[in-house]
């Protein structure tokens, strides 16, 4: 299925933001060039952006440019992969709790911790210390967070926690899907794997 498509026009009018706004925001990287979709229409060559990822996108720039720099912002948005973190980082900034990464590191080969794996021991904990998911649950979520990881490679993927008649499973997909369940199955927490890699970065600058 093709992505919608939001016109320059209406996507201006929706955000409230500024034509100087927005390619300001381009030439930082905050909004990235392929997003700018020329087309012909039948009053000339207009520009389009993939509808839900520019409008998550500037949501995102507007919540949080008070408070970050927009290239603190454009590093956080770029897909480039950052220096790793070790884990006594993560503990020390209280991005991963002690015992979530002790259990963490079971499962690991050893070798020292990608941004990938910085990234899985950050969810891993969040979900560990929220109380929604057992030991064997969350380590359940770890095998399909690293599987999503070599199947979309950085593109926008989400993973749905879930839970039927007492029974968890989770499962990972691309974040544009759509997802029916029946109404016995309970959505436990939608993981934006984007969102998350984004919010990790800015919070190890």
Same mark, same amino acid.
């Given at each position: %299925?093709?992505?919608?498509?939001?016109?320059?026009?209406?996507?201006?009018?929706?955000?409230?933001?500024?034509?100087?706004?927005?390619?300001?925001?381009?030439?930082?990287?905050?909004?990235?060039?392929?997003?700018?979709? #020329?087309?012909?229409?039948?009053? +000339?060559?207009?520009?389009? &952006?993939? *509808?839900?990822?520019?409008?998550?996108?500037?949501? *995102?720039?507007?919540?949080?440019?008070?408070?970050?720099?927009?290239?603190?912002? !454009?590093? $956080?948005?770029?897909?480039?992969?950052?220096?790793?973190?070790?884990?006594?980082?993560?503990?020390? #900034? +209280?991005?991963?709790? $002690?015992? /979530?990464?002790?259990?963490?590191?079971? +499962?690991?080969?050893?070798?020292?911790?990608?941004?990938?794996? /910085?990234?899985? /021991?950050?969810?891993?904990?969040?979900?560990?210390?929220?109380?929604?998911?057992?030991?064997?649950?969350? *380590?359940? %979520?770890?095998?399909?967070?690293?599987? /999503?990881?070599? #199947? &979309?490679?950085?593109?926008?993927?989400?993973?749905?926690?879930?839970?039927?008649?007492? @029974?968890? +499973?989770?499962?990972?997909?691309? !974040?544009?899907?759509? @997802?029916?369940?029946?109404?016995?199955?309970?959505?436990? #927490?939608?993981?934006?794997?984007? !969102? !998350?890699?984004?919010?990790?970065?800015?919070?190890?600058?």
């Amino acid at each position: %299925m093709d992505e919608e498509l939001i016109s320059k026009k209406e996507l201006l009018e929706l955000t409230k933001i500024s034509y100087g706004q927005l390619y300001r925001w381009k030439r930082k990287g905050l909004i990235p060039e392929e997003w700018f979709i #020329r087309k012909s229409t039948y009053t +000339g060559q207009e520009t389009f &952006f993939p *509808r839900s990822r520019i409008l998550t996108r500037i949501s *995102r720039i507007l919540s949080m440019k008070e408070d970050v720099s927009l290239d603190d912002l !454009a590093d $956080a948005f770029s897909p480039e992969t950052p220096a790793p973190s070790d884990a006594d980082t993560l503990i020390k #900034r +209280g991005l991963v709790s $002690a015992d /979530a990464m002790r259990l963490f590191l079971e +499962g690991h080969d050893g070798s020292p911790l990608s941004f990938d794996d /910085a990234l899985h /021991a950050y969810l891993f904990s969040q979900v560990l210390m929220s109380g929604e998911l057992s030991l064997d649950e969350a *380590r359940l %979520m770890l095998d399909t967070l690293r599987t /999503a990881a070599l #199947r &979309f490679n950085k593109a926008p993927a989400q993973v749905l926690l879930m839970r039927k008649l007492g @029974v968890f +499973g989770c499962v990972a997909l691309a !974040a544009e899907s759509d @997802v029916l369940t029946d109404k016995d199955t309970r959505l436990i #927490r939608r993981l934006d794997l984007t !969102a !998350a890699d984004e919010e990790l970065k800015l919070k190890l600058l």
